[in-house]
């Protein structure tokens, strides 16, 4: 084969795959949203085999040498080569299973899922806790074909985060630890903000309307963007020009579905503006969970909590809502949106609490692969670190093990990646906030200003380069907790009048 010839091969072969990825993308989001669950079974047979024949097309021996031959050919395209040698070390995951296993992986994580939503409805554990055990077990034997020095739960840390491992997490959440938990010991103890507000009826139709005007502001066009409502709040896409997220209304919280639409819309922006010469390649991907919840936290957090944002939105809201927030000043309103105050649900959580929710997924996830802790009572496991980390009660498993789906279809090693995404996007938006007048332009209606410096810093080379190297080309200099923990304490220091606090105690 001459390399053109080899070239045409490589581009049938990522045409193919996209065919494959894109139609099982389709029915995962089908399943999350509207699918009726009594087609399940049929359906998730189904979904099983279509994800082994992508299995097989990806795992093609003819094709895995042709990319090792290419990979490193310096005559060949950097971008192109990039793509080759990020498939090659994917299939180099892989390979090492068989096609039957890896079929028989999908279909219990299809059933397992459906356990934990059972579960969950019911409210009781013990539905969950024989499928979650099948799941940890068959992860730990996949996990344990691949070769290579890093341990089985550095491996599952890897894939989400590549270059992550037990060492490097535990010093990012140890500095947390330190810094965190006496602010959050402050906090508590400090005179609360009232926020009853935001916890009042409000109508779900109205928070509909106030949506689509939300939506606008932030760029979601629906021209390549699609919004559905679910359980579970997620985004998934096709393709670059098909990004799909989903919210969930709640008739007594105001804040739930607008700061979680922010979010998801965060890691929809980031997909629709890769680079369109990536389309349908592995390069217009996110670089790795923590890059891509970095640009959701920043959209949520560092721009959508903050009052230049809410000087152009709230009167909106307001519009709306004349009777729950009519006498609701916007400085007021603000101030509710970021309260702190340790709660069970971590979607829910407030900025500073939210990474020790992490820390605590994260020590069970640990325990859970190292043999330390069982599955068996990991709801009461959880109730007492619950307690421990965060002070809280959980008064059932709904609400405390069988809040998050992720373990469902054997996604550990993922949660940290939450943490460490809002970490970076801290060290993001400080530069950003140096090249630009971001506050200028939320409180102008120009969220685009944003959206425009993130395309071209961060979201244009999708997996182009890695996360440390985009980290250096973005602000000049590698990642530092420092900037997310001073961040943390300056918000928070201010908003609860914690130094003015100390100055009378003196
Ligand atoms: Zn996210």
Redesign the pocket.
Known sequence: MTKEEKLQKYEDWLFRRSAYQMALAVIGIDKLTVAPPAGSAYRDSRTAYLAGELFSIQNDPEMISLLKEMKDDPSVDADVRRGMQLYYEEAMKTMCISKEEYVAARELANRSYDAWLKAKTEDDYSVFEPYLKQVIETQKKLYGYRTGDLSLYDRMLDDFEPGMTQEKYDRFFNALKERLVPLIRKVTEAQQIDDSALFQHYDIDAQKKFMDELLTYLCFDPSWGYQNETEHPF?SWTCENDCRTTTKYLENNVASAILSTV??V??ATYEHDVDDRYDGMILSEGISSGM??SQ??LFENYLGRTEAFWQYNYPVLQKYFPDQLGGVTLGEFVRMLNVSRPSLIRTEADELTYPMHILIRYEIEKGLFNGTIPTEGLNETWKKMYKEYLGVDVPNDRDGILQDVHWSDGSFGYFPT?AL?SAFSAQFTAKMRQDIDVDEALRSGRFDACVSWLKEHIHQYGCRYNADEIMNMVCGEPFDVNYYIDYLEDKYTKLYGLQAEKETDR
């Open positions: 985004t979010h998801e965060g890691h891509h919840e959701s936290r939450y995404g």
